[in-house]
């Protein structure tokens, strides 16, 4: 099943010798981070087993949203809303990327009250989000047909184009001096004296003084191989776009049966408002009780199945040599197969919310693996235990709008720059120093 079309990053032919910094995945996160560590005058190689953005960076909704994050994203996310807006102008490339809002259904007087409480945390930053009457979200999402008590509208709030956004941040990065590796997986991390001092790819080794593992669902597999325990699961969520529709919302809706968002072809990315699908595999034993408080608190929401996945990560390699092939290389996209009843329940949910969506022609579906923490907070940390390297993962379902403030977070931690926001919260010891997991809906 082939995933969506993304705007093609043609590799450079010739490793460097030495670099200052490897970045590890070529996905939203991993090229916002080259671009912010290229332009500090820093030499970065970044290095992508497949293509850049083919994995979940280009499989995402698509949304740039501060609306309803976990509160210790906030932060974060304020600093991604300084950042989107210039992209375009710094990476000389199309982001896609649109200020237009979106809303979020309520539908009781309980919910008004949690969205409204929610909204309560951004009066710091001067940015306008609150509850809007039901006649306001009528005039936000025209024809609506779906009974609300009001919704939560956050008008700075808006998308970006997932198959354009990591490939432009990607090229930016390379006109800015960074090279840009793409079908070069890296097999393992070199250390002298105890610290990171060079990379061994598929193509041969880097020599270089820090590293940045930026690889989404790969990311606890290769932590594993450096004996670094980094508890991580993958969860799966199916999307379908449209052809181009006239006379729908510009504004992005999201209610518990289905969101949706106004692409730049005219068209609309369309997915379930909250199910997602959790594969059983053999990490769903050992990380049990790391992710039981997220199973309790999030069990309707998730699809538990067991099939063919629980085979496939069986037979992943868990330690390897440098010269050895690795899983990176006989997997170099993740490509799930779409849920079909997922697709067909999305698009007739979206009818009945939005009428005009009954017109609308399903040109592609596809879905994608999420890399998700026991917080659904994301790790963005130095490791102590191998001085030199960095995790920038687990972004948890939220990490396409928030990745270019988490490239210049983790870009900050590299450089020993000041950080642009407290990153505590999101460091890799939280699991282990005996910290409560949090489970924040984000209201």
């Known amino acids: 099943m082939p995933g969506p079309t993304v705007v093609p990053v043609q590799g450079d032919p010739k490793l460097p010798d030495r670099v200052d910094v490897v970045v590890i995945g070529g996905g939203i996160i991993g090229t916002s981070t080259a671009l912010e560590l290229q332009e500090r005058g820093l030499r970065v190689a970044l290095c992508e087993k497949g293509g850049i953005g083919q994995e979940q960076s280009s499989r995402n909704w698509g949304w740039v949203r501060i609306s309803r994050r976990d509160v210790r994203e906030i932060p974060l996310m304020v600093e991604a809303l300084r950042i989107w807006p210039g992209l375009n102008d710094r990476t000389q490339r199309d982001t896609g990327y649109k200020r237009a809002g979106i809303a979020f259904a309520c539908k009781s007087d309980e919910e008004v009250e949690q969205y409204a409480d929610w909204a309560e945390n951004l009066k710091p930053y001067q940015i306008q989000s609150g509850v809007v009457a039901p006649s306001k979200v009528a005039e936000l999402i025209p024809g609506l047909n779906y009974p609300v008590k009001g919704a939560l509208y956050t008008p700075m709030d808006g998308r970006a184009e997932p198959q354009k956004a990591a490939p432009a941040i990607a090229e930016g990065a390379r006109a800015k001096g960074a090279a840009v590796l793409t079908e070069c997986a890296v097999r393992a991390v070199e250390t002298t004296a105890g610290r990171v001092s060079g990379v061994v790819t598929e193509r041969g080794t880097i020599a270089c003084s820090a590293v940045v593992l930026a690889g989404g ?3 606890r597999l290769f932590s594993g191989n450096l004996g670094i325990e980094l508890p991580q699961l993958k969860v799966m969520n199916t999307v379908l776009r449209t052809e181009p529709l006239e006379g729908g919302p510009e ?13 730049q072809d005219g068209g609309y990315t369309i997915a379930d408002g909250t199910r997602n699908i959790v594969d059983i595999v053999p990490d769903s034993f050992r990380l049990a009780m790391k992710f ?6 999030q069990w309707r929401d998730l699809r538990l199945r067991v099939g063919p996945r629980f085979g496939v990560e069986a037979g992943y390699a868990r330690q390897w040599r440098p010269d050895e092939v690795t899983p990176f290389e006989q997997t170099r996209v993740l ?10 329940k999305t698009l007739a949910s979206a009818a009945e919310v939005a009428p005009i969506f009954a017109k609308a022609k399903v040109a592609q579906t596809w879905a994608g693996l999420i890399d998700v923490t026991p917080d659904a907070v994301p790790v963005i940390s130095a490791v102590d235990e191998v001085p030199g390297f960095h995790i920038a993962t687990g972004f948890s379902g939220h990490g396409f709008g928030i990745g270019p403030g988490a490239g210049r ?17 999101f460091r890799l010891t939280r699991f282990f120093d005996g910290s409560k997991i949090v489970i924040d809906s984000g209201f």
């Open 251 to 263: 504004v992005a809706y999201w209610t518990e049966k289905v969101a949706f968002r106004k692409r």
């Open 292 to 297: 039981f408080p997220a199973l309790l608190h």
């Open 335 to 344: 490509d799930p197969v779409p849920h079909q009843g997922t697709v067909k």
């Open 409 to 425: 977070l983790m870009a900050d931690i590299v450089s020993g720059a000041t950080p642009c926001v407290d990153p505590h919260d």
């Open 217 to 219: 669902a790969w990311s």
